[in-house]
């Protein structure tokens, strides 16, 4: 297994797993197509620090599942819209034992113990979390909602698109400091 001191989400990354190293220090296992990965960060930091990498935050994006989906808890994230990478908690961000999940690799998922689930993924190893079931389809589920929310919003028609019939300008208003709109007579 290779150690890297840092790490940025690919396409093709599919999952980042808490582990600690010989020292105690909370780190992750981050599992590729091809390569696992010992990275001296939390799963946490690498989430925030791959959002930031293409130009967001952890909250924003938090925020902006939240207003896709409504006001739930442990929300999935989007991690880069144009490249279409999504993931999403096993539970709460508060957590050091919190899984991070790509939606877009997750084959299949079932139950092999109380509480315990295997996923396997297209390609790669299975991984075992601790999870029920239901919590867990109900998170993979959402992910691929709000997935499909946001690339629509992002591939679709512009909601207020409204073009006038009418001409006009618009001028800058000096004296009261805005700008207006000036409706052009025929």
């Known amino acids: ?41 939390s799963p946490l930091t690498v989430i925030k620090k791959s959002i930031q990498y293409y130009g967001g935050s952890l909250n924003g994006a938090i925020l902006s599942a939240k207003e896709a989906l409504g006001n739930i808890s442990m929300p999935p994230v989007m991690i880069s819209g144009s ?3 999504y993931w999403f908690p096993s539970k ?6 919190c899984a991070w999940f790509s939606v877009d690799h997750i084959k299949d998922y079932e139950p092999i113990e109380d509480r315990m689930l295997r996923l396997s993924f297209y390609t790669g190893p299975s991984v075992t979390i601790d999870s029920t079931y239901y919590r867990f389809d109900k998170k993979v589920n959402r992910a ?25 300008s618009i001028i800058r208003d000096g004296a009261r ?9 025929k």
Not at 178 to 184: E, F, L, M, Q, T
């Open 1 to 41: 297994m290779k150690r890297l001191d840092e790490y940025i989400i690919q396409k093709e990354t599919k999952c980042t797993l808490n582990h600690y190293d010989e020292n105690g220090k909370l780190c992750s296992i981050v599992v590729e197509e091809e390569e696992v990965y010992e990275v001296n960060e």
């Open 144 to 168: 691929h909602k709000f997935k499909n929310i946001m690339e629509r919003r992002a591939h679709g028609k512009r909601l207020y698109l409204h073009i006038s019939t009418k001409p006009f």
């Open 92 to 97: 709460s961000i508060a957590h050091e034992d």
């Open 177 to 185: 400091n805005h700008y207006r709109i000036a409706r052009k007579r």
């Open 83 to 85: 490249k279409g990478i």
